[in-house]
């Protein structure tokens, strides 16, 4: 069976550091809030190039905390609204509700399937404080026009990074693209912990302070406390593990970049549509190598059946969930198609050239015909 994602095999790649960094901790006793967490804070910010690196305790956490700090600054209240695409996965839209701020969905680009910046300037009304843009996949989202929007209109611009950790935008990480990024290091991720991790990379020093100070109980001294905050760290076994492996990153993402040229290469079938491929290769990390197909189920079900395991991101949109059940009559016809159709191959550091040549050529055999 080829794995839609050998975690273990991954991870082995870099066994006697690991082991090493978490025996470290084990042996020095000091478990949160330590030496490994800001050694790797600071690694995180020079390799991002963002000023502050927060580690907090998972993705969602970062992106809600970033709300919340700027609500506790006064830059947003609740009810103000924040754009964000119609087709991410729900954590990014959990983010803006969970602080009692409305999520206005926008449509994506069906070639990128990233948020349509053309569609942006319609859905601003005179509540609306940000954008959440989301690097979907793993492929960068910006442009001057989204900049220039944002100043007219003067809202936050705050990055879903979870997916896309060492993709560029002409020259510039994303998580140093807008005022504020989320990361998240859940172990799948292509900058994965072995358990739960995030973090949040800003520029403004106020910001970071507030969301350290948040995270922590909203107490930045001890016992001291400035607001209604949350417990929410990176652990420092997490940190000394993610440290070893931030090493790695660009060259695990040049591996998934050789995948898919080869994927969107050699496959070649009328009933696959292969995803678009940006012009400077570094704005994609292939998070997710996803490919579109109207017999989606049938091709996972061929794919399954000769030993190759996909996965659906995502198979019901965010606006069809009963978590938002007031959305389920809203029309997002192209964010419907993308959940209808999509279909998520294997792509990892550890995928054997062999592995991949099987998978391609399994594509290119596929018709109605395969699956009885
Ligand atoms: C994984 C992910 C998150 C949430 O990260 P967790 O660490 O699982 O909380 C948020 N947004 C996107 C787009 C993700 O893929």
């Given at each position: 069976m080829i794995k839609f994602l050998d975690l273990q095999t991954v991870n082995m790649q870099y066994k006697a550091e690991i082991e090493e960094a978490i025996l470290r901790v084990f042996r020095n006793g000091w478990y949160l809030l330590g030496e490994e967490v800001k050694?790797?804070?600071e690694n995180l910010s020079?390799?991002?190039?963002?000023?502050?690196?927060?580690?907090?305790?998972?993705?969602?956490?970062?992106?809600?905390?970033?709300?919340?700090?700027?609500?506790?600054?006064?830059i947003m209240k609740p009810g103000d609204e924040v754009i964000v695409p119609s087709n991410t996965y729900i954590a990014s839209i959990l983010a803006i509700s969970d602080n009692d701020l409305i999520p206005v969905l926008c449509e994506p680009n069906i070639e990128t399937y990233n948020i349509d910046i053309d569609h942006i300037e319609k859905l601003i009304t005179p509540k609306t404080k940000a954008i959440l843009i989301v690097h979907l996949y793993g492929r960068a989202v910006f442009s001057e026009d989204l900049i220039d929007l944002a100043d007219k209109f003067q809202l936050k611009i705050v990055e879903d990074n979870a997916q896309a950790i060492g993709a560029e935008w002409k020259g510039r990480k994303t998580g140093n693209l807008g005022d504020a990024a989320g990361f998240s290091f859940y172990?799948?991720?292509?900058?994965?912990a072995l358990g739960d991790g995030g973090a949040v990379t800003c520029r403004d020093n106020l910001l970071a302070n507030t969301i350290r100070t948040l995270a922590n109980y909203g107490s930045n001294q001890k016992y001291v406390n400035i607001y209604k905050g949350l417990n929410s760290r990176l652990d420092e076994i997490q940190a000394a593990v993610?440290?070893?492996?931030?090493?790695?990153?660009?060259?695990?993402?040049?591996?998934?970049?050789?995948?898919?040229?080869?994927?969107v290469k050699e496959i070649s079938n009328d009933r696959i549509i292969l995803p678009n491929v940006p012009e400077d290769c570094k704005e994609h990390v292939w998070h997710l190598f996803v490919i579109r197909c109207q017999s989606r189920d049938l091709l996972q079900k061929f794919l399954l059946e000769n030993e190759v395991q996909t996965l659906i991101h995502y198979?019901?949109?965010?606006?069809?969930?009963?978590?938002?059940k007031d959305w389920?009559?809203?029309?997002?016809?192209?964010s419907e198609l993308i959940h209808g159709e999509v279909l998520s191959l294997p792509i990892s550091s550890i995928l054997e050239d062999s592995e991949v040549s099987k998978i391609i050529s399994l594509l290119n055999s596929y018709n109605l015909s395969s699956v009885f």
């Open positions: 050694t790797f804070e020079n390799y991002i190039g963002a000023p502050h690196a927060v580690g907090v305790a998972n993705g969602l956490d970062a992106l809600r905390l970033i709300f919340r700090a700027y609500i506790e600054l006064g172990p799948g991720k292509n900058l994965g993610l440290d070893v492996k931030l090493k790695y990153l660009d060259g695990d993402n040049n591996v998934r970049r050789a995948i898919a040229k080869r994927y198979p019901i949109p965010p606006h069809k969930q009963n978590a938002y389920n009559n809203y029309d997002f016809p192209l």
